[in-house]
Nanobody, 124 residues
Framework: QVQLVESGGGSVQAGGSLRLSCAVS?????????VAWFRQAPGKEREGVAA????????TYADSVKGRFTISQDNAKNTVYMQMNSLKSEDTAMYYC????????????????WGQGTQVTVSS
């Protein structure tokens, strides 16, 4: 059982930045795995935002965040980060970390493990 703990959420004005952290309870590369960030705003479906394969090979981003959000990993800390810049009010949501994708699209919902979420609120 992999445990994920998110942190770094908060309230920020539009145009500001936040960095979310996802602490993973096992080494990122043992085994190699997909780790992703999802978000869900009130009344809306959960959507995949960014994903990274810890064995290398790049990252995947939703069109709505390309050029503004960057996902990265720190193997020494077993942590995946998401740097969020140029935040907009529409980025307001609960953000969840997910890990271990048995198959399917890296921004799809098939991840085995999920964190409890961290709230991001962007005011205009």
């Amino acid at each position: 059982q992999v445990q994920l703990v998110e942190s770094g959420g908060g309230s920020v004005q539009a145009g500001g930045s936040l960095r979310l952290s996802c602490a993973v309870s096992e080494p990122l590369n043992t085994p190699r795995k997909w780790v992703a960030w999802f978000r869900q705003a009130p009344g809306k479906e959960r959507e995949g935002v960014a994903a990274i394969y810890t064995g290398g090979g790049g990252a995947t981003y939703a069109d709505s965040v390309k050029g503004r959000f960057t996902i990265s990993q720190d193997n020494a800390k077993n942590t995946v980060y998401m740097q969020m810049n140029s935040l907009k009010s529409e980025d307001t949501a609960m953000y969840y970390c997910a890990a271990d994708l048995p198959g399917g699209w890296s921004l799809g919902p098939n991840y085995r493990y999920w964190g409890q979420g961290t709230q991001v609120t962007v005011s205009s």
